[in-house]
């Protein structure tokens, strides 16, 4: 069987015509999360027991888990095996990788076998990972969940705070997802916090100023904006209050060149008559295309400019990989470089 979607799965776990060996995995892990629990409680009726559901997390004895996908059930229909973050990445050439490809193909009957990552993402390109998925295809069901799209989002956001007899000013959702990023676990928690925290019905901007707490990412573009926008105080308050809560600076080095390279690819994309979508397909953005649209259409730096800010980006960093420097001065007199290049660039 192929790759499943949402809507299939729903579909299997509602008929209760389930398949054999599932896996769950994807970088949307509350998805993860959400639907290894409702499989198991599809399977098990909410009623798991020691004769009919057996759980494994982290390192596994391949023996146990062959023998538990061969117990017959107990007083129910289904016996239920869920493993839990089966590191496949760091499997070694002598681990016992035929096993467990042998295992899932003997699946059937009476047991239902859960492969599922809620707290990490296997690299999709690792060998053995491939013969896995294609082992559960060929078996079983596949359910990847990739990042939501912002729209997708905001219904969450507005579903969440409906269900607390809220509702959000216009704009305030697409505001919370640009400081907060598009973790569906982090948007959760600060949609309850702001639910908790307003005094009337509607959530404001005000509301969300007060509460919320930016994102690393959305607090260095806010120096990459303030940069472009000449503010050089704003943007070395920013950079101190990202110091005081003692954040990495090669993180941040890392997240400043990726805003220039976005920059720079928006830039000639624009000059090119491409729109956002085109430019996002083209470089492969993917899940990231939601910081291509933060600076789409924004650049007010020549094509040169851009370059140099670029190459001086790259300096640093190969700067950072010397013997101990001293990090955040670096970034300061980079900062001090960057708007040097918007100052020569307005002059020009």
């Given at each position: 069987m192929p790759a499943i979607s949402e809507a299939e799965l729903k579909k299997q776990l509602k008929t209760r015509s389930f398949s054999p060996v599932y896996l769950i995995y994807g970088d949307e892990q509350m998805y993860v999360k959400d639907y290894t629990r409702k499989i198991c409680d599809a399977v098990t009726e909410k009623a798991p027991s020691d004769f009919n559901f057996h759980a494994f997390k982290g390192e596994l004895d391949l023996a146990e888990l062959d023998a538990a996908t061969q117990v017959i059930p107990f007083m129910s229909e289904f016996n239920c095996v869920l493993t839990e973050d089966i590191f496949f990445d760091l499997w070694k050439k002598d681990d016992p990788k035929d096993y467990f490809l042998d295992i899932i193909s003997r699946v059937g009957g009476s047991t239902v076998l859960v492969i599922s990552?809620?707290?990490?993402?296997?690299?999709?390109?690792?060998?053995?990972?491939?013969?896995?998925?294609?082992?559960?295809?060929?078996?079983?069901s596949v359910c990847r969940f990739e990042k939501l799209n912002d729209s997708t989002l905001e219904k969450h956001i507005t579903k969440w705070a409906?269900?607390?007899?809220?509702?959000?000013?216009?704009?305030?959702?697409?505001?919370?997802?640009?400081?907060?990023?598009?973790?569906?676990?982090?948007?959760?928690?600060?949609?309850?916090?702001?639910?908790?925290?307003?005094?009337?019905e509607e959530i404001t901007l005000t509301d969300i100023s007060a509460v919320v707490v930016p994102n690393l990412e959305s607090r260095i573009f806010d120096i990459t904006d303030a940069?472009?926008?000449?503010?050089g105080s704003r943007a070395y308050e920013i950079l101190d209050r990202l110091f005081s809560q003692r954040e990495i600076p090669d993180v941040i080095l890392t997240v400043l060149g990726n805003n220039y390279i976005d920059l720079y690819r928006a830039k000639l994309g624009v000059e090119c008559g491409k729109t956002f979508q085109e430019i996002a397909r083209d470089f492969d953005y993917g899940n990231r295309s939601f910081a291509l649209k933060k600076v789409y259409n924004s650049s007010r730096?020549?094509?040169?400019?851009?370059?140099?800010?670029?190459r001086a980006i790259i300096a640093v960093d190969q700067a950072f990989k010397s013997l101990n420097p001293d990090k955040w001065l670096m970034l300061e007199q980079l900062i001090a470089k960057l708007l040097?290049?918007?100052?020569?660039?307005?002059?020009?």
């Open positions: 990552m809620p707290s990490y993402v296997p690299k999709t390109n690792a060998k053995y990972f491939e013969k896995v998925e294609k082992a559960v295809k060929k078996h079983g409906g269900s607390q007899g809220k509702i959000f000013e216009r704009g305030c959702s697409r505001q919370l997802i640009n400081l907060c990023g598009s973790d569906l676990h982090r948007l959760k928690n600060e949609t309850d916090k702001l639910c908790a925290y307003s005094s009337g940069v472009m926008r000449g503010q730096l020549s094509n040169e400019a851009l370059l140099e800010s670029i040097l290049f918007v100052k020569e660039n307005k002059n020009a």
